[in-house]
């Protein structure tokens, strides 16, 4: 079959746009908000205090600690494991509908952070910086741009009911493993309200007093990434990363990026606590649908 061509692509966010602060609507205190709800949990405790384990790695490297939500989070690797099963079912339907020339979107590149926490509580790698401001690697934004930009060229012809048909079977064989919303509202919920932490607002008025020593005024570290004068990452200014550089310093002198991490576990536990019989589903939800696609992979 022919018809015309369309463009699609794949709908990704980076990494290190893991705090989705405006996809839910938070307010009070995280362990008491809505819809979450006091429960008991149906795994054992050693089994749960070991889910929810947090992890620091390198004290020096944000990129390798893990929040204690992440165990009842999609891992990446599965996600995309899922992703590219689903994309062969999805293929072989599509084939067998007649679209020969069907062809699944490519996966965007990476850019950015790498894990939830890389670039969660902002910049901290030094000799990026002073190359590239606020900004991620230069090779990392183009060629992340070029493939969105481009996506996938259809040129099968295929009808968007066939499309959905076959989308449709995937989901039955391997379903796509989503971020379960209560597990992702204790993430954001508990990145908003860790900046309230007194430790945390004592870490962010010793930054701001670091900065404005070497001549910029900003209240808190996120500040400074934000600023619309650093908006474009091709046009990465000397005056944007010397601020960087100083941010950076400054970050690195009163352990920012340490002791907001530190109040975000302790809030995270208490609100999985609060919530350990659903989480422990949605845990189990992210290995059936793993299982499912190993399944599927196994007969194929």
């Not at 839910?24 to 795994?43: E, K, Q, R």
């Not at 893990?66 to 990446?76: D, G, V």
């Not at 350990?276 to 194929?300: C, F, M, P, W, Y």
């Amino acid at each position: 079959m022919s018809g015309s061509k369309r463009t699609i692509a794949k709908v990704a966010v980076p990494v290190v746009a893991a705090v989705t602060v405006g996809a839910v609507a938070y307010a009070g205190n995280l362990a008491s908000t809505s819809p979450m709800h006091d429960s008991t949990s149906s795994a054992s405790a050693a089994d749960s205090a070991h889910a929810s384990k947090a992890e620091a790695g390198d004290p020096g490297n944000p990129a390798t600690w893990r929040l204690p939500i992440e165990a009842y989070l999609p891992a990446k690797a599965d996600t995309r494991f899922i992703a590219a099963t689903r994309d062969s079912l999805i293929d072989e339907c599509m084939k067998a509908a007649g679209y020969d020339q069907w062809t699944p979107a490519p996966d965007l590149p990476e850019m950015g952070g790498k894990t939830l926490t890389d670039w969660r509580y902002g910049i901290h790698d030094a000799g990026l910086a002073a190359k590239r401001g606020y900004h991620p690697d230069a090779a990392e934004q183009r060629a992340y741009d070029e493939a969105q930009e481009a996506g996938a060229v259809d040129e099968s012809g295929a009808d968007d009911t066939t499309l959905k048909g076959c989308v449709a079977q995937a989901d039955g064989k391997a379903p796509s493993a989503q971020p379960d919303a209560l597990a992702q509202q204790i993430s954001d919920g508990s990145y908003l309200e860790s900046m309230n932490a007194p430790s945390v607002v004592d870490a962010f008025a010793k930054w701001s007093s670091c900065m404005k020593a070497r001549g910029y005024s900003y209240a808190k570290p996120m500040d400074a990434g934000d600023d619309s004068r650093f908006s474009d990452p091709y046009n990465v200014t000397d005056e944007e990363i010397a601020t960087a550089k100083a941010d950076v310093s400054c970050r690195s002198t009163y352990n920012v990026e340490k002791i907001w991490f530190d109040a975000e576990v302790a809030l995270q536990r208490t609100a999985i606590a609060k919530n350990q019989a659903a989480l422990d589903e949605a845990r189990k939800t992210i290995k059936s649908a793993v299982a499912k696609a190993k399944s599927v992979n196994a007969v194929q």
